[in-house]
């Protein structure tokens, strides 16, 4: 049995890890896992982050990755709460608790969650700084992590029928984000391609985000998700900057 939430409020670990063991007396191992806002290593601290996600597809996503960690592994009990909206250092991030017969199996299976949520799950990260803020991706210490459950070969088989791109339309005083499916071919074909190429199929995807647009926009600002490339991103928005500006 599994419980997935994503929700603004906190959580509370104890409670929730409590419900997770009621009335079972075939639990031998109970692994849970908080992550917490920090404020960041070096000079300039992060003052507070924005976690956005796009509803439905994100637990959508995540159930699927739960499924898989339950084929994986014999599982008793799975809880994944996610928190979205603006947290500061200190707030609850997320909570992965597992309960297994075996604690073999609890700790591997909290680990690949957690790898699969830092790395490839749906959401979008905005970092505060002082007087500056900065969309940030999965460090390359976590994409290494990843890679024990999901090795490039397989990594770029999942793309196929699961990439998205996250764009920023910002038209007058607001801004509305939507997410589109995105050719699942420019992004498998990206990575290792030569420049002329990339330019190519960073071209066609801002195009195709271009002309889905409704009513006047003045600007896009993309975000590629399961790329593993933070360049096509900069690609894509560099080439919808000059598609505006024609």
């Known amino acids: 049995m599994a419980t997935i939430r994503l929700q603004q409020e906190d959580f509370d670990a104890a409670a929730e890890t409590a419900a997770l063991m009621r009335r079972r007396a075939d639990i031998g191992a109970l ?14 601290r992060i003052a507070a982050m924005t976690l956005e996600h796009y509803p439905g597809m994100a637990e959508a996503e995540i159930a699927r990755h739960v499924a898989e960690a339950e084929q994986r592994w014999p599982l008793i009990g799975v809880t994944v709460i996610h928190r979205h909206g603006r947290l500061v250092p200190g707030d609850n991030i997320v909570l992965v608790a597992i309960a297994a017969r075996h604690r073999g199996d609890a700790f591997a299976a909290a680990e690949f969650l957690m790898d699969y949520l830092k790395t490839r799950a749906p959401f979008w990260k905005q970092e505060e700084r002082a007087g500056s803020t ?33 764009v920023s339309m910002v038209a007058s005083s607001s801004t509305r984000h939507r997410v589109w499916p995105i050719p699942s071919s420019a992004v498998a074909s990206y990575s290792g391609a030569p420049v002329a190429t990339r330019t190519r199929i960073s071209r066609t995807v801002a195009e195709a985000l271009y002309a889905s647009k409704t009513g006047p926009v003045w600007a896009f600002s993309a975000v590629i998700w399961r790329t593993r490339s933070s360049s096509l991103s900069g690609r894509v928005n560099s080439c919808l900057r000059m598609r505006f500006a024609s």
């Open 31 to 44: 692994v849970t896992f908080t992550g917490i806002c920090r404020s960041g290593d070096g000079s300039e």
């Open 134 to 166: 900065a969309w940030v991706a999965a460090t390359e210490a976590d994409d290494a992590a990843a890679e024990r459950w999901w090795p490039s070969a397989m990594y770029r088989a999942s793309i196929a029928s699961n990439s998205w791109v996250r």
